[in-house]
């Protein structure tokens, strides 16, 4: 699968045994919609979540949202089927929590596939112990249906033993082993999700922080943090007027015969324009979901 300019800026968690949850994500102006049968889900509610999400997902209303489904773990009692009956939903990928091999991913495509998944329903993978950490190069490069990691801090933090601090010091050698898999495989990585709803100065400085490392995004776990996380992750006027002047000044030169040209006194070379035009993609592809949730 190619790496497309498809938002992810934000990327909200919404439990799957709540109908009223599935049924508000359809107003929220969140980039991605994780429905979770994990996790958020109580052992005696797995059944009911996993009916109710595919269900949602069928009847759709969601607009341009993506919908991703993160199963249970396929060692337990309730990821297989989790994996069968989200093949058939329609759903954009599927998500596998603790993902430690490529195995494990291939184990899970070998079930989509014989339970209809169509071929354009990616997986993604949480990246959330020291081991997927050592591993996701082998994870990211799995099978073309890979399209996302996903850190899971939460988890990470607990099995490293380690504190969340402001600057997340700590976890700077796995965030970074992870980027540099995702974009060696051509995928989109999400960041972790911020846990302290009351701290909303120490959430932007993670989401910059997150933008400043290379993330697409950031997975969240409250609809309050939608609206700053997408300020974050948006590129800014300044930079898409940038890009766009540069493509324009590096055409004309191309047409010239010339591979590089001055703009503003800087050396503009193809490198620059490869990384302009993604950045002016994104822009418009923001601002179409943006026009779409407004109509709603």
Not at 69 to 85: P, Q
Request: net charge negative.
């Amino acid at each position: 699968m190619q790496k497309t300019a498809r938002p992810r800026r934000s990327v909200l968690y919404m439990p799957g045994s709540n109908a009223r949850a599935l049924d508000k994500a359809k107003t929220l102006p969140a980039d991605g919609l994780i429905l979770d049968l994990e996790d958020a889900v109580a052992p005696d509610a797995k059944e009911v979540a996993r009916k109710q999400v595919c269900e949602s997902v069928k009847a759709g209303g969601y607009g341009m949202r993506e919908l991703i489904i993160r199963v249970n773990s396929l060692s337990t009692r309730w990821g297989f089927d989790d994996v069968a009956l989200a093949s058939r939903s329609g759903a954009d990928a599927l998500l596998l929590p603790k993902v430690e091999s490529a195995d494990a991913i291939r184990h899970m495509e070998a079930i989509m596939r014989a339970n209809g998944a169509p071929d354009d329903m990616a997986i993604w993978a949480m990246m959330e112990t020291p081991r997927s950490v050592l591993e996701s190069q082998r994870i990211a490069e799995s099978t073309p249906r890979m399209a996302c990691l996903v850190m899971g801090t939460s988890d990470l933090a607990k099995e490293l033993d380690c504190a969340h601090t402001h600057e997340r010091l700590p976890f700077i050698t796995s965030l970074g082993l992870c980027l540099l898999a995702a974009r060696a495989a051509g995928l989109a990585i999400l960041d972790g999700v911020y846990l302290d709803l009351n701290d909303e100065a120490g959430f932007e400085f993670a989401c910059r922080q997150g933008s400043e490392l290379g993330f697409d995004g950031k997975t969240l776990i409250h609809p309050k943090q939608v609206g700053s996380c997408n300020k974050v992750f948006t590129p800014n006027v300044a930079d898409v007027e940038w890009s766009r002047k540069i493509i324009e000044a590096h055409s004309a030169a191309s047409a010239r015969g010339e591979g590089v040209v001055v703009v503003d006194g800087k050396l503009i070379e193809n490198l620059h324009v490869e990384s302009a035009k993604r950045v002016v993609a994104m822009a418009e592809a923001i601002e179409k979901m943006q026009a779409q949730v407004a109509a709603a």
